[in-house]
């Protein structure tokens, strides 16, 4: 029996899940009531937005509130799409546990709860713990947002694939003819003979300006040592 389409998705997203997030338990189910989606859920593990990322294309678009209507921004030919893709990350009690005991020795508080939740953060003791747990990786950290063992290799992996999804293939070398360095090698010449006489003509015209900003320069001299009337018109005759 063939699957439907949500079902063909679910299968995809969760052989990605799989490969993305290894050790990690993924609940994927597919849904073709009221609407196609699938829905994702997994206890700590990855952040959603990175479950997201890859869950994202499998969706068709999305839902526009200003209009009141489904908005199909993302079709794709290639893949089996939904209308949309739900991410359900739920903490265990074991995480919750340690990220309280985490907050209070970080910020000195003896106990946490509704009077140093407000005093410190501002917000509920449940919010307060909910945003650590939403801004930590638990499958490459531990409770307290640290590389946990063997994190590295993982992370250097995922970065890796990360970086080839992006590389740009290196162009072939290009083999040079014998014709094309003959060329390369006359337009070398060409350009170092053309650079030498402009050397040669700027040395020339430089010598030249020197020469006359001698010359003005005795002229402002005498000028200076001038006594009588006859030596001034002299002067103003030359300079002139």
Not at 80 to 98: D, H, L, W, Y
Not at 137 to 151: H, M, R
Not at 169 to 195: G, H, L, M, N, S
């Amino acid at each position: 029996m063939e699957k439907s389409t949500p079902a063909a998705a679910a299968s995809l997203i969760r052989a990605e899940l799989k490969v993305a997030f290894p050790g990690i338990v993924f609940q994927v189910r597919s849904d073709n009531k009221g609407g196609s989606s699938v829905r994702v859920s997994w206890i700590d593990g990855p952040v959603t937005e990175a479950v997201a990322a890859i869950t994202g294309k499998y969706e068709m678009g999305h839902f526009d509130g200003m209009v009141d209507c489904y908005e199909y921004s993302n079709r794709r030919s290639d893949i089996p799409q939904v209308k949309f893709c739900f991410e359900n990350r739920e903490m265990s009690k074991a995480i919750e546990v340690a990220i309280k005991e985490n907050i209070c020795q970080k910020f000195g508080i003896a106990e946490l709860n509704n009077k140093t939740a407000q005093e410190h953060f501002n917000a509920y003791p449940e919010q307060v713990i909910y945003r650590a747990f939403a801004e930590v990786d638990f499958s490459v950290c531990n409770a307290a947002g640290f590389p946990c063992a063997a994190a590295g290799a993982l992370l250097a992996a995922r970065d890796e694939a990360e970086l080839a999804r992006y590389a740009t293939p290196a162009a072939p070398a290009a083999v040079e003819t014998p014709a094309e360095a003959a060329i390369a090698k006359a337009r070398a010449e060409r350009i170092e003979a053309e650079q030498a006489e402009e050397l040669k003509a700027y040395q020339a015209e430089t010598e030249k300006t020197e020469r006359a900003l001698d010359k003005m320069a005795k002229l402002f001299a005498d000028f200076g040592r001038a006594e009588t009337a006859a030596e001034l018109k002299i002067y103003q005759e030359l300079t002139y």
